[in-house]
């Protein structure tokens, strides 16, 4: 007895195909996109070797003989120890007052509170143990109440409507802390409006 042998025809699974190309599809993109971000990378690479810093020496300066505009915190040592005093300099109503000038006044100020033991007007010790201080006990302190008040009066007196020409200025030796810059900067933030800018500026010894 012969056997018949069967044969069946397969035919392409079309869910198959699909899967196939979706993979392929993906497999391109990936492929490109590698590609092309690593010429972007090499492109990148060599605009940043073209790039120029700008020369420290056409930076601003703030002169001794400049004459004074805003209301201006000045970080400086005391005489020539380590100890760090704030002075709070104050322009003049008809703008001539010149910063070595303001300077003068905020001294003058601080050696007559000195000799009657009395908080300056336009000067403050900054302790040397601020920095462990809490939040509340750091803001007790008479240099945290001189800068309130000086922004809060000088805002009151010189800035009736927002105006970008509005700043309060910062003057510091270089190795003044964060701390205490970003609270002069945080009293300005609260009269935003007012107060769009806040300089800072290195003082030169």
């Not at 006044?105 to 009395?118: G, H, I, P, V």
């Not at 003057?171 to 300089?199: H, S």
């Amino acid at each position: 007895m012969a056997f018949k042998k069967n044969y069946e025809k397969k035919s392409l699974s079309l869910p198959g195909m699909i899967d196939i190309i979706f993979l392929l599809l993906i497999f391109a993109l990936v492929t490109l996109s590698t590609s092309q971000s690593g010429v972007d990378t090499k492109k990148r690479g060599a605009q940043h070797d073209r790039f120029q810093l700008p020369n420290i020496g056409q930076a601003e300066t703030f002169e001794s003989d400049q004459v004074l505009r805003t209301l201006l915190f000045q970080v400086e040592y005391v005489d020539s120890t380590n100890q760090k005093r704030l002075l709070v300099l104050w322009p003049d109503v008809k703008d001539s007052l010149t910063l070595n000038d303001a300077r003068i006044n905020a001294l003058m100020d601080w050696d007559e509170s000195m000799k009657n033991k009395m908080n300056p007007k336009s000067a403050a010790l900054i302790p040397s143990d601020y920095l462990s201080l809490g939040k509340k006990d750091f803001e007790k302190t008479w240099l945290c109440s001189l800068i309130r008040n000086s922004i809060k009066k000088y805002t009151e007196d010189n800035f009736f409507q927002p105006s970008l020409s509005n700043r309060i200025e910062i003057r510091a030796v270089k190795d003044t802390e964060f701390r205490l810059v970003n609270y002069i900067m945080t009293e300005c933030g609260k009269y935003d409006k007012l107060i769009p800018r806040c300089v800072f500026r290195t003082v030169v010894e």
